[in-house]
């Protein structure tokens, strides 16, 4: 992440940024499992794995820059309880899918689901593609 974060710090556009590295992981999910070898794999884990910190790094800091002072504390208290409050339902889709489709198919599955809530998202949602972020001070 400390690669890649100063790197987007000047994007304008967020929303552009947060939907290519969703896609992006997506992508990876789905490639990974048609890996022929484990050095291609682990490739594939390292630059897809640049995609995570830069989702997570600029929702947190963009939550931190555009939410005025006195309300900083309950949206980052929202966004942690929401983010880690849904990880236990979405392990239990995962492992679900995983006994019902056999790994390899539910990580593809799971990685073309991510890629078009990310498309349709960014297709649909004009104001995702258009935020220029108003930073507060």
Known sequence: ???ITPLVQRIRKPGWMIGGALIWMGARFAIEVF????WVW?????FGGLAAPLVNITCNGLIQVTTPANMKARMLALWMMVSFGMLPFGFLLVGFSGSFLGAPLAIIVNGLVLILGAAT???HRPGLRNWQPNFVN
């Open 42 to 46: 682990v490739i594939g884990v390292f």
């Open 121 to 123: 998202l960014l297709l």
């Open 35 to 38: 890996a022929g070898s484990v």
């Open 1 to 3: 992440s400390f690669l």
